[in-house]
């Protein structure tokens, strides 16, 4: 199984390569970990101690940001350092001050990972939500390495659990701990026999939100957009989505506004979406003291690190991804402001999604004519609404503290003096 699991990377990394010729991501991919070895040495500095955070992307970066932050308040002494296996990751990491370091992670063989762990020395690692990387956890394991899983989650349906699974299941007993997002995803890991180093921590992504909330900042040109009016907003949508929202568009009543930020804001992708809505549509960037575009009902977000502000000033969300085989975005985001959420059918992998569509606080559809349905109800029936977004937010409130649980641990363990 081994041997099939490095022919599988291996041969990965070769169509990534070949990609690469004529894919701008690809390209940033392999170009992030050509001389790895080489930039490692460059920006370490001798001497330090450190901490070691392994992200996919974005969406497991948002889910580290609370934990890296009381690292930094309670361990000052420690650096931290953060891979990231995506380049959308590396790049939104590279512009963030929070890490000390931040490096994209090499390819998973045993050479590297044995490299990379001797260079980085870390004292404590630390893998976010997904991702599991066979050389790097027996490395860090043979080097009696703590390693911890943060916001874990498991689903019965997933290699670890199967027959054929012994590799995977190495894998994770790999782990010092584990801290997990529900109570489910605990009684699988028990169904192999992990109980003894588990703990149901919940979702690190609840802290990150309601610091957000906490600390928003105001956006003079959205509020001046927005008037006396109510908002849909729709956050991280791709094309099926701006897909269904144009055929919900119908429906909006003459005070309702929409507000679109796409997951790609690309220039070729943001023409796409201005054809798609029309003359009634106008770019964020267009918006200026005298053309606050009062006059157009369709406002596109062309820039990156808005949303989770936007959704301050919304009635209603609608979160995309859910109508592609990735899944649905951070519905935590606007659900943290009281906003009742739509979102697409593929959402299974997500606890909290499933947690609050069995609550009815917030709503999957399949289809555009079912996405009429829940927006109508939500629009047209104020009481409704507003009832949901005050049990919603006695949710989230009740589901902060997870990265207290996981310090606390840390703390227990003297995995870090």
């Given at each position: 199984m081994l041997f099939l699991y490095d022919?599988?990377?291996?041969?990965?990394?070769?169509a990534v390569r070949v990609s690469a010729m004529f894919n701008p991501k690809a390209e940033k991919w392999v170009a992030g970990r050509a001389d790895w070895e080489q930039k490692l040495k460059e920006a370490l500095r001798p001497g330090e101690r450190r901490i070691?955070?392994?992200?996919?992307?974005?969406?497991?970066f948002e889910q580290a940001k609370p934990l890296i932050e009381a690292l930094k308040q309670q361990y000052s002494v420690y650096k931290i350092v953060v891979t990231f296996f995506s380049p959308s990751g590396y790049d939104a990491c590279k512009k963030n001050s929070l890490p000390d370091y931040v490096f994209y992670l090499p390819h998973d063989s045993q050479h590297n990972a044995e490299e990379f762990i001797n260079?980085?020395?870390?004292?404590?690692?630390?893998?976010?939500?997904?991702?599991?990387w066979y050389h790097y956890l027996i490395a860090l394991k043979q080097q009696n390495i703590p390693t911890l899983l943060v916001s874990g989650a498991f689903r019965k349906d997933q290699v670890f659990f199967?027959?054929?699974?012994g590799l995977f299941r190495k894998m994770l007993g790999c782990f010092t701990f584990f801290f997990l997002q529900d109570e489910d995803s605990k009684q699988v890991l028990e169904s192999i026999g992990i109980n003894n180093n588990v703990v149901i921590s919940g979702d690190t992504r609840y802290d990150r939100v309601a610091n957000i909330a906490a600390y928003v900042t105001s956006i003079p040109l959205v509020e001046k957009f927005?008037?006396?009016?109510?908002?849909?907003?729709?956050?991280?949508?791709?094309?099926?989505?701006?897909?269904?929202l144009k055929e919900c568009l119908e429906l909006l009543p003459a005070n309702w506004k929409l507000i679109i930020a796409p997951h790609e804001v690309d220039e070729p992708h943001i023409k796409k979406v201005q054809q798609l809505f029309g003359t009634d549509a106008i770019l964020?960037?267009?918006?200026d003291a005298e053309n606050t575009g009062g006059n157009k009902r369709i406002l596109i977000i062309n820039n990156i690190g808005m949303l989770s502000r936007l959704f301050a000033y919304g009635d209603v969300a609608f979160i995309g991804g859910g109508f592609q085989k990735g899944g649905i975005h951070n519905i935590l985001e606007p659900a943290i402001f009281g906003l009742p959420v739509v979102f697409g059918p593929v959402y299974a992998k997500f606890v909290e999604a499933k947690e609050l569509a069995a609550?009815?606080?917030v709503f999957p559809v399949n289809d555009a004519q079912e996405c009429k349905a829940v927006l109508k109800k939500l629009i047209t029936h104020e009481d409704y609404r507003k009832g949901i977004s005050k049990s919603l937010q006695g949710f989230m409130q009740a589901h902060v503290g997870a990265t207290g649980v996981i310090m606390s641990e840390v703390g227990n363990e003297g995995w870090l003096k």
């Open positions: 022919l599988f990377l291996s041969l990965y990394a070769f070691w955070i392994h992200c996919s992307s974005v969406g497991e260079i980085v020395q870390p004292v404590l690692a630390a893998f976010v939500k997904y991702e599991f199967k027959w054929y699974g927005k008037g006396d009016n109510h908002i849909l907003i729709a956050g991280s949508t791709w094309p099926g989505d701006e897909d269904v964020f960037s267009s918006l609550l009815k606080y």
